[in-house]
């Protein structure tokens, strides 16, 4: 079986699914899919390392058109699932966010402070169950830990890292496509190297999340703009160019804060903040919805949920909209792009 570094490029995970490994990355689908394409880029600490793999669907032109879902929903989740952590509770936080997810119906999450076996505990089922027969999809990509040249592990050995899951409609699944890496800007006194990751649902949807640092306010801006301004277009361009995209992520920055989260949030894009340091980031020709926080108990930051509007119309029974979510008690005005 080829390797790169160590990890296996396929390897099979339970019934129907592969898990695809590209050095730190990793991509599994239901059902399964054929062999991935994967490559390997630039792996020096000093530089932004970025790692990519594919998964393309025989017979689709990738590029094809964006489907037709509208609202999108994207829920955002810090875990807390290190084991390392204060705030965690011994594992209890994966399945309390797959209860959001069968409750909240969102189309996809962006997962922190999460391992690399956490999607099959629970979050993969709950996508599977809340759009049977589409194609659920998941990505991860680990922090590095500097001080052993190599990713960070969760207490039970597990890759720690960030992710994210999604799904598509069988008539609009092309493939999908994955990059990820480490920030040119870290922290020098934290052996945690932050990272970002985003996968391209091709022809439909970017979706990217990243987890910046949490105790040098400064490094976080400066990752924050290197996500926005360098890592997702250059992504982009090089998985397919431009789709719709959208980021969650607990950036460790505020609206009004010093420095503000605003600062990172390019021309074209629009931002819905959880009033604490959970943000999504949506590009501009998406039209916000609504939002929820949604509390829990097993972690120490709030689930936090937008809904925007695509440009097509399609949508299944039963999705995420303001009924189903209550959001009929908040009014959108209290989340603006200041929010």
Known sequence: MPTIRGEPLIRRVGAG????????????LA?????????????????AAVWYGAVLAPGHRPGAGVPGVSPFGILQVNLCDSGLARCYANGQSVPEAAAVVRAQRPDVLTLNEFCRGDGGRGLVQAMEQTWPGDRVFEAFYP??????????????????????????????????DVRGGVYPIQDASSSEQRVWLCA???????????????????????????????????????????????????????????????????????????????????????????????????????????????????????????????????PASAHTVGG
């Open 17 to 28: 699914r592969l898990l695809t490994g590209v050095a730190a990355a990793a991509v599994a």
């Open 31 to 47: 059902p399964a899919v054929p062999q991935p394409v994967a490559s390997a880029g630039v792996s020096s600490p000093d530089v």
């Open 143 to 176: 922090a590095g830990n500097s001080s052993r040249n190599a990713p960070y592990l969760c207490r039970s050995g597990q890759q720690y890292g960030v992710a994210v899951i999604g799904h598509v409609a069988p008539a609009n699944w092309a493939g999908l």
């Open 200 to 330: 391209y649902a091709i022809g439909s949807y970017y979706v990217c999340t990243t987890h910046l640092d949490a105790d040098a306010a400064g490094v976080a801006a400066a990752q924050c703009r290197y996500l926005t301004n360098t890592a997702i277009p250059n992504a982009r361009a090089a998985m397919g160019g431009y789709s719709p995209t959208v980021v969650g992520g607990d950036l460790n920055l505020r609206y009004g804060g010093h420095p503000n989260v605003q600062s990172c949030v390019p021309a074209g894009w629009f931002r819905k903040g959880d009033d604490d340091v959970q943000h999504i980031l949506a590009t501009s020709d998406l039209t916000f919805q609504f939002a929820r926080r949604i509390g829990m108990r097993h972690t120490d930051h709030d689930a936090w949920l937008v809904a925007v509007r695509a440009p097509a119309a399609r949508r299944p029974a039963g999705a995420v909209t303001e009924s189903t979510t209550g959001l009929g008690t908040r």
